[in-house]
Nanobody, 122 residues
Framework: QVQLVESGGGLVQAGGSLSLSCTAS????????MAWYRQAPGKKRELVAR???????NYADSVQGRFTISRDNAKNTVSLQMNSLKAEDTAVYYC????????????????WGQGTQVTVSS
């Protein structure tokens, strides 16, 4: 019912920048929150940044001041601008959305993107 398509990511040197984007499509009634998570090898998936529909922002302490999350509500898109990247930012980054879907019934649930690799070389 909902598809998330991620783009961006790749390989960058430490200190560089990358941008990620995620677009949601489908039978969307409302998007309540959009977020980015990441998972490094051997580690648990962790929240990077989250933005709710009423403007509440959350960032992981490790990315505060370096990453910026933003939304384009008209396009159902969330972006993550990553600056001053560090080797420890290397991970698979996942888009996550809290969406209310209209179908036979109205359902609110989380959806995940397929993940995109970000590699920062030191």
């Amino acid at each position: 019912q909902v598809q998330l398509v991620e783009s961006g990511g790749g390989l960058v040197q430490a200190g560089g920048s990358l941008s990620l984007s995620c677009t949601a499509s489908g039978n969307i009634f409302s998007i309540n929150a959009m977020a980015w998570y990441r998972q490094a090898p051997g580690k648990k998936r962790e929240l990077v940044a989250r933005l709710t529909s009423n403007g509440i922002l959350n960032y992981a302490d490790s990315v505060q001041g370096r990453f910026t999350i933003s939304r384009d509500n008209a396009k159902n898109t969330v972006s993550l601008q990553m600056n001053s990247l560090k080797a420890e930012d290397t991970a698979v980054y996942y888009c996550n959305t809290d969406i209310t879907v209209v179908g036979v019934t109205t359902v609110r649930r989380d959806y995940w993107g397929q993940g995109t690799q970000v590699t920062v070389s030191s």
